[in-house]
């Protein structure tokens, strides 16, 4: 789960694996938690997260 300290519109998430490879892209539209599901196997992720202006985050999942 994430959390942001406020709400975010039109959010665009994307999970890729260690290859780059995309396993999901999602857009969420209004909210300040998000819920991120992994139906992969154990291993490193990076989530990638982009507002509407273009303002990146990645964050490093290890699911275990």
């Not at 519109?9 to 260690?18: A, C, D, Y």
């Amino acid at each position: 789960t994430l959390e942001f300290e406020r709400e975010y519109n039109g959010l665009h998430i994307m999970l890729r694996n260690v290859l780059g490879q995309e396993i999901n892209t999602n857009v969420v539209r209004s909210h300040n938690r998000i819920e991120v599901q992994i139906n992969e196997s154990n291993g490193m992720y990076f989530l990638e997260i982009a507002d509407r202006d273009n303002h990146k985050a990645v964050l490093k999942i290890i699911k275990q």
